[in-house]
């Protein structure tokens, strides 16, 4: 059974940074995409970013230019490098990645005040 943690969210300022960390452990087999979601409170959750076991990375289009998503194969790790974060970006983030099943993490709070 693979599991997915996800660490580093946190409290910040606006115009402030994190880096996001999801470490899959378990008995792993091939991972194909693996990415990050996010849900607000009271909205949907939405994909924030993903990326293929070849490294090609998708990002939502409101997104792009202030997060970077990237993927260490070999240590069954994704992370999300976010920037220039705004209030609107406070929301908890979960990791996924697809096996043969989607799999989640349980989520990383991310706040970022005003």
């Known amino acids: 059974q693979v599991q997915l943690k996800e660490s580093g969210g946190g409290l910040v300022q606006a115009g402030g940074s994190l880096r996001l960390s999801c470490a899959a452990s378990g008995v792993i087999f091939r991972l194909n995409a693996m990415g990050w979601y996010r849900q607000a409170p009271g909205k949907q959750r939405e994909l924030v970013a993903k990326v293929t076991s070849g490294g090609t990375t998708t990002y939502a289009d409101s997104l792009k230019g202030r997060f970077t998503i990237s993927r260490d194969n070999a240590k069954n790790m994704v992370y999300l490098q976010m920037n220039s974060l705004k209030p609107e970006d406070t929301a908890v983030y979960y990791c996924?990645?697809?096996?043969?099943?989607?799999?989640w993490g349980q989520g990383t709070q991310v706040t970022v005040s005003s």
């Open positions: 996924y990645a697809v096996q043969s099943v989607v799999l």
